[in-house]
């Protein structure tokens, strides 16, 4: 994975430019940038060691209202994971970067506190003094006893690697969003609980002072009222007040705006079923009632329980009582739930950034792959919705842009700032309609911007190196929004600036005394409804509303993702979002404020540029979907290559590229490379898939890998073997030792297609006779053999049905089977290779399968290889082309044709399958001889 | 060690290379019987009856309503071809009812359940448009299911086959006896028929187990014994018998130990199917070609499974298949022996293939000719495994396929590989074409 670094890192800069000096320049485009960290070590690793902590975690601060900004729990809860990284210090920062804002109390014109349903923010910061950067995702608990109701919290991804922060950010955002919202059920729930106590014991004071009042005035007779009983009166008032407020706010937190996600999965955290239950538990469904259960008795369960005290009409001093803790502000079960998320967060992102990415972007190009993807992959996984999940995070954003009526009132002033100074709003509206259009494709847009969105981000890198090269510890890392910016000139277009924070700077710049502060933030996307008014014109709207970069021209578009209830208001909404966002992209320069270094026109970086496998965040080019769709992205060469090919297709790329050196992409280029293989060096390596679920599949994976590359080296015949699976033909693993026999079998199951969505064909231990069924449905079957009489019967009937299977005998270390003499299956199981990891050599074989796959799909989907050109053309010379095509176009040899037929058939019928009706399982077979291999 | 011809894994002629499992069935699958071209229904002990779909295996109908297993199953399409295509079925049952079933909407039409006797067989006399059944008496039913007449009782055991002879006669066999009956029409307008007991034929020394008609002229029965008579259909005459295919005595190359072991059991006559030249006996083990011009065997396979053949079939293309106790289906092919010797060879021939060579085969064939020479003789050609227990019977469906029953309880579905993987593809292109993922898209 390392590649150009070493030579980059190893250059030092006296050395560049005294060869820039005596040589005739180099075309700029050829240069080598210089690693601009040389001065500080020639080590480029050496900057992980100013990272204090070993591995990223997450942190949950508090903006205590006692103490301020406080730590309250890292994740994984362990001492040496934050190391002698200052928690305290960093969550100082990222609680001085609220940008949530919420006003929580009384706003004027309103007789009882409001409470406000507060977006949570996110935001990315960076702290080069401690070599760290995180996505900083702050929410607001409800407390009554809290000023204002409400406690700012913020949970941390903190990780030593920028780049896993910027490129992960929409993953990020969406999985805290998640978590955020589970922990926030949980705490309207227990502010609900803890309001009606509270509402009990008002109750139960009114009545006690009422009493005391009534007491009161039978023993005054004396017809004018005492101080006393004045006092008395008016703390019955005050407490009557009081009791209205409360109710109120038990109103407000009742009827908190649900987001109703039309189709979506059901969540356990999900608010409304919670707030149903709350209320009266009468229409919740049953779905959500077995999840939400327990929080349901807790709360009934608790209730009754209460015996109401009597509230002093002195409240005691704000410092002398007690906060809640985190875990008395949320119900408990949905408290255990938000740490499972983090948890799950942390194991999801944890490690090299460069896994999570190819894993990202292999299964965006598997699902592409609609047609053929369910023959060797697993598809439950790819099912998962994971770009369903993505914007969930942010669907918060456009709901709540309906739900926010005021700002809709206001933002005319806001546009009027850029109007005028740069290219006028116009110009953009018109693009933007397309998300109308576009809506219909929704569903495949979503993975293309994550990768137009990474991609900027990448940019941005490179426009931090810029800032940190200047040697302030100030770091912009970007923002949301980056490619906000709707220009014509193609450099101007792939500009990934971050012109909101700025344009929303400017003006706030001396609010918010940023510049003086080793911590800069990043980006934002604060809840709307909040926004103070001169921050809102920079506001980047919601998320989900990501540009991407138009095709055709530098353009950009939106990708839809409306909720098509409120398509309406969301048009609007957009529309008037894009004045918003061109208004900010214009402040492009105009504005860089004197803390930021001008941005350096980076345009697109080319991936060799820093040489760590840097391919994924490419503009990935959506197909239609369809026929094209689903073979789209698939790269039909040899190696690696096929991974870069879209970029070198990519004209506008190239365009990038040139404009790079144009504009003095200069010495920092490597930095980001360097940075995020820095980070690798000391983060937990572990692979993470993106998916919780698949996690075990991957343990599943390397183990199979490991297995099969023992296989493959100490059975000569691992070939014969293998194609017998390949080609459908089932393959019986027989042997007396469960375990050795399971272990073959486990080996050998990287190789078995399958036969549909959702069976394996693949039984890993039997100990009946087979019969024929058997066959049609597992493909690779580990068979007990016995020396009881039963086992007679085993054997007979694998002897009566030899023809449709090959026996593999572990035993006796003995292979039946159909002779091999293709080229295909040695490509794909080498005992002289050279992979020694079993999730590499599973990861080999995955390559040349897909390879197949494609073979297989190219042979299935071209027309004249199965059916006459003309009417009266015979079947002969269809078959005869067919063969053709085989042997010379897809260039295979001998067996290998029958691999292609079987996988071309079993893609026919997962093809043709009407949907809702099972594939009737059918056996294909051969009336070939067999041969009997031996070690 | 074992007699029985063995093919191999190699089997170039054999096209039955896909195969599809239909599940369904609790017990004994024992009929099958084609209702369209492209349906069939089958039924066994279960009391089950199944139709499904020939092609794609799809199961259309599973029709309860007999309590015990079925004895006979009849397809019973309207005979005008005026009406729409009416696809009946009916089936007899151990329960002693007959059921109409309707193939179209898997309905029961009619069930009668008058019989005093299990109904064994049934038979449709499509031109009269009234069919059969046989049991301890042989009733008549028009289609409507109103029984027009029936015999006296005959026998306990009953009748265990019927064929339908020309001039509305009809053959029984009622144990050893074969019983002709002929419909008369009544007297009286109304729609009747009368039966009545023409002749008794005694010939066979023991019970008839097969029946079948070859043509207009001729039908011809089989016994338990291994006898084989050829009757005209006309006059009731008995034209030729067989009586001594097993007789290994006859047949030199035969080992000796296979005559030891031979009971009745081996030599009965299990199933007859003709064309037009021949009969094709299943007897015991072994087929047996009998030529009804040549009236004798003109080939035969001894042991052709490794037991009982139950069912033979003889398909347009000069294959024959059979179906076996032993779980194996096998096709053969009837080929003729190149040389001759009986016939004058012209001189031609021999230049051709060099004299000396070709004497010597003639000279081998001809000392094996001398006792009983076959003219043609049957090779097998493939052989299909699937089944793990009796194969019953099989139906051919021609370019579909071939369904086959088994005691396992499974039936399958024989297919053309190549036929099929180019009907997917044919399927799949016109399902692209409906999407519309064949235009281009830009």
């Known amino acids: 994975m390392i590649s150009a670094p070493d030579v980059v890192a190893f250059t030092r800069e006296e050395e560049l430019e005294d060869e820039l000096c005596s040589e005739p320049p180099l075309p700029e485009e050829y240069s080598v940038p210089l690693f601009p960290f040389a001065s500080h070590g020639a080590n480029p690793w050496a900057k992980v060691a100013s990272s204090k902590f070993t591995r990223d975690f997450i942190l949950i601060s508090e903006f205590s209202e006692q103490v301020g900004p406080q730590p309250l729990l890292t994740i994984p809860d362990d001492a040496k994971v934050s190391g002698t990284f200052d928690l305290n210090y960093f969550s100082l920062r990222i609680m001085s970067v609220d940008y949530q804002a919420s006003f929580v109390g009384h706003p004027p014109g309103s007789a009882y506190p409001k409470l406000n349903f507060v977006e949570d923010s996110k935001v990315v910061l960076g702290d080069s003094k401690e070599g760290a950067f995180a996505y900083v995702h702050h929410l607001t608990l409800y407390d009554l006893e809290a000023r204002g109701f409400v406690r700012p919290f913020c949970m941390a991804y903190i990780s030593a690697d920028e780049h896993k922060i910027m490129q992960q950010f929409q993953e990020l955002s969406a999985e805290f969003s998640k978590a955020s919202e589970c922990l926030k059920t949980g705490n309207r729930k227990a502010f609900a609980n803890e309001l009606e106590k509270k509402l009990k014991d008002l109750d139960y004071t009114r009545t006690v002072l009422h009493n005391e009042t009534e007491i009161q005035k039978k023993a005054n007779d004396k017809g004018y009222y005492t101080t006393q009983a004045i006092e008395k009166a008016n703390e019955l008032a005050s407490v009557e007040k009081s009791i209205i407020e409360h109710q109120d706010l038990l109103k407000q937190i009742r009827s908190y705006p649900y987001r109703k996600l039309k189709g979506s999965d059901f969540h356990p955290y999900e608010p409304e079923c919670v707030l149903d239950q709350a209320n009266a538990g009468c229409d919740q469904d049953l779905a959500t009632s077995d999840l939400a259960e327990p929080g349901e008795t807790h709360l009934y369960a608790h209730v009754p329980s209460y015996t109401p005290k009597l509230i002093k009409a002195k409240s005691a001093k704000c410092f002398d009582k007690k906060l809640k803790t985190l875990e008395e502000l949320c119900d408990i079960y949905f408290f255990s739930q938000t740490l499972d998320q983090l948890h799950q967060i942390e194991r999801t992102f944890r490690g090299d950034v460069c896994y999570l990415l190819t894993d990202q972007i292999s299964r965006a190009l598997l699902k592409q792959q609609s047609v053929t993807n369910f023959l060797f992959e697993d598809v439950s996984f790819l099912d998962e919705k994971t770009s369903e999940k993505r914007h969930r995070g942010c669907q918060g954003f456009s709901q709540d842009a309906v739900d926010r009526k005021g700002s809709e009132e206001s933002p005319a002033p806001k546009v009027v700032i850029s109007l005028g100074s740069y290219k006028s709003s116009v110009e953009c509206v018109p693009i933007k309609m397309e998300q109308e259009i576009e809506d219909s494709q929704e569903p495949k847009m979503t993975e293309s911007v994550t990768f137009e969105h990474q991609e900027n981000l990448d940019y941005l890198d490179a426009d931090i190196k810029g800032s940190i090269s200047s040697g302030e510890s100030i770091e912009v890392l970007g923002t949301e929004k980056s490619a906000s910016g709707l220009t014509k000139s193609e450099s101007q277009a792939s500009l990934p600036v971050s012109p909101s924070p700025q344009a929303g700077r400017s003006k706030v710049g001396s609010r918010r005394t940023v510049s003086e502060d080793s911590i800069e933030v990043l980006s934002t996307c604060p809840s709307e409804s909040l926004i103070p008014e001169d921050f809102k014109a920079s506001y980047p709207s919601a998320i989900n509303e990501e540009p991407y970069v138009d095709d055709e021209e530098g353009g950009l578009r939106f990708t839809p993702k409306l909720n098509p209830d409120n398509a309406d208001e969301q048009e609007d909404i957009s529309k008037q979002e894009n004045l918003v966002q061109v208004d900010s992209a214009c402040c492009i320069g105009k504005e860089s404020p004197s803390f930021l270094e001008p941005l350096p026109d980076l345009g697109q970086k080319p991936c060799d540029e820093d040489g760590v496998v840097r391919i994924p965040p490419q503009p990935y080019r959506q197909v239609e979907p369809g026929l094209r769709g689903s073979f789209g992205g698939f790269p039909s060469h040899d190696g690696i290559s096929g991974g870069l090919l879209p970029y070198e297709l990519d004209s506008r790329y190239l365009a990038g590229s040139r404009e790079v050196s144009k504009n003095s992409l200069d010495e920092c280029s490597d930095s980001t490379s360097y940075i995020s293989s820095a980070a690798s060096t000391c983060s937990d390596r572990t692979p993470s898939p993106a998916h919780p679920a698949c996690q075990a599949a991957e343990r599943h994976k390397k183990k199979a890998g490991q297995n099969a590359l023992r296989f493959i080296r100490q059975y000569p015949f691992a070939h014969p073997a293998i194609y017998s699976l390949l080609s459908g033909r089932t393959l019986i693993v027989l042997g007396e030792e469960e375990a050795i026999v399971k272990k073959l079998v486990t080996a050998l199951s990287i190789f078995v297609p399958n036969c549909g969505v959702y069976t394996k064909p693949v039984k890993h231990w039997v100990t009946f006779p087979l019969h024929v069924v058997d066959f049609q449905k597992w493909k690779l079957i580990g068979l007990q053999r016995m020396v009881s009489p039963g086992g007679v019967n085993v054997l007979h009937a694998l002897s009566r049905y030899s023809r449709y299977v090959s026996i593999l005998d572990a035993d006796s270390k003995t292979l039946r089977c159909p002779l091999y003499k293709g080229t295909l299956v040695s490509r794909l199981a080498d005992h002289r290779t050279q992979i020694k990891r079993g999730s590499t050599y599973y990861m080999h074989v995955q390559s040349i399968l897909t390879q197949l796959c494609a073979k297989a799909f190219l042979f299935t989907f071209c027309h004249h290889l199965h059916l006459p050109i003309s009417e009266r053309e015979p079947e002969e010379s269809v078959v005869n082309r067919r063969m053709n095509f085989l042997k010379l176009q897809l260039g295979l040899a001998n067996e290998d044709v029958k691999i292609v037929q079987y996988l071309a058939e079993l893609l026919k019928l997962q093809y043709i399958q009407e949907p809702g009706q099972g594939v009737n399982p059918l056996l294909r077979f051969d009336y070939v001889p067999s041969f009997l291999y031996k070690i | ?442």
């Open chain 2, 1 to 442: 060690k074992s007699s029985v011809q063995t093919i191999g894994e190699e089997q170039i002629q054999n096209p039955y290379t896909e195969l599809l499992v239909l599940k369904g069935h609790q017990d004994i699958v024992r009929f099958l019987v084609q209702i369209d071209d492209c349906r069939f229904a089958s039924a066994g002990d279960d009391g089950i009856i199944f139709l499904w779909n020939a092609q794609t295996g799809e199961k259309l109908f599973e029709l309860h309503g007999h309590t015990h297993k079925i004895t006979a199953i009849a397809p019973f399409s309207s005979s005008d071809a005026s009406e729409e295509k009416n696809n009946l079925i009916l089936t007899a049952s151990a329960d002693r009812t007959v059921i109409v079933w309707d193939c179209t909407s898997g309905r029961q039409v009619q069930k009668v359940s008058c019989f005093h006797s299990t109904v064994k067989c049934l038979t449709v006399l499509q031109r009269l448009d009234v069919w059969l059944s046989g049991g301890s008496d042989l009733c008549v039913w028009n289609r409507k299911l109103d029984l027009l007449c029936k015999t006296s009782h005959l026998t306990d055991a009953g009748i265990s086959a019927l064929v339908e002879l020309p001039k509305n006669c009809v053959a029984a066999a009622v144990g050893k006896e074969l019983i002709i009956f002929r419909l008369i029409p009544s007297n009286d307008e109304s729609e009747g028929w009368s039966v009545l007991e023409v002749k008794r034929l005694v010939d066979h020394q023991d019970n008839i187990l097969s029946l079948v008609s070859v043509n207009d002229l001729t039908f011809v029965t089989g016994s338990h014994m291994g006898e084989l008579i050829v009757w005209d259909a006309l006059d009731w005459t008995k034209q030729a018998s067989e009586c001594n295919f097993w007789d290994s005595s006859v047949h030199p190359d035969v080992q000796p130990e296979i005559k030891l072991s031979q009971s009745p059991n081996e030599t009965s006559v299990q199933h007859l199917t003709s064309d037009e030249e021949c009969v094709f006996a299943a007897v015991g083990k072994g087929i047996y070609v009998y030529n009804l011009q040549m009236k004798r065997v003109i080939a035969c396979q001894r042991t052709a499974h490794d037991s009982s053949v139950l069912h033979i079939e003889k398909l347009p293309n000069r294959q024959l298949i059979s179906c076996s106790e032993d779980g194996s289906v096998r096709i053969w092919e009837l080929r003729e022996k190149q040389q001759l010797p009986a016939e004058p060879v012209p001189t031609g021939f021999f230049n051709m293939w060099g004299f000396g060579r070709a004497n010597k085969q003639a000279n081998q064939a001809a000392k094996k000719m001398q006792e009983n020479p076959p003219v043609y003789f049957l090779e097998l050609v493939g052989d299909l495994i699937g089944h793990s227990s009796a194969v019953q019977m099989f139906l051919y469906f021609g370019e579909l396929g071939l369904a086959t029953c088994s005691a396992d309880h499974l039936i399958i579905l024989w297919k053309d590989g190549e036929r099929e993987s180019r009907l997917r593809s044919l399927t799949l292109f016109q399902k692209l074409a409906q999407n519309g993922d064949l235009q281009p898209k830009f």
